[in-house]
C-alpha cells in the first residue's frame, strides 16, 4: 500500500498551497484519513480528519484557514491551506487507517512558509 504525498514548498506568509496524497488503497472510502504535521522539536500533531463518515476535524491552530477533502473516486485526500503562517511550516503527512492493522503512512512533504 502506497500513500504519496505532494504540494508541499515554500510560500510567504499569508499564501496557500494545496497538499495532496493519493492512495493505492482498493477500499479507500472506508478509511478516516488525517493530516498531520511535525516539526523537528515537537511531536507530530493532528491538523486534520476526514472521517469515511462524519464531519471533518481540524485542530485548533488551523480551524477556518485548513479544508481537508477527499475524493474516494480518486482515492485522494486534500488540505487546502489558506492564510499560512511561519508557524505552519512542517513536514505534512497523510495516514489512512481503518483499524490497528490496517493504518498507513505517506512519506511527508515539506511545507516553509517565510515570514
Known amino acids: 500500500v502506497q500513500l504519496q504525498a505532494s504540494g508541499g514548498g515554500l510560500v510567504q506568509a499569508g499564501g496557500s498551497l494545496r497538499l495532496s496524497c493519493a492512495t493505492s488503497l482498493s477500499t479507500f472510502e472506508r478509511y478516516d484519513v488525517t493530516w498531520y504535521r511535525q516539526v523537528p522539536t515537537k511531536e507530530r500533531e493532528l491538523v486534520a480528519r476526514?472521517?469515511?463518515?462524519?464531519?471533518?476535524i481540524y485542530a485548533d491552530p488551523v480551524k477556518g484557514r485548513f479544508t481537508i477533502s477527499r475524493d474516494n473516486a480518486k482515492n485522494t485526500v486534500y488540505l487546502q491551506m489558506n492564510s499560512l503562517k511561519p508557524e505552519d511550516t512542517a513536514v505534512y503527512f497523510c495516514n489512512a487507517k481503518y483499524n490497528s492493522r490496517l493504518d498507513f503512512w505517506g512519506q511527508g512533504t515539506l511545507v516553509t512558509v517565510s515570514s
Open positions: 476526514a472521517p469515511s463518515r462524519g464531519r471533518a
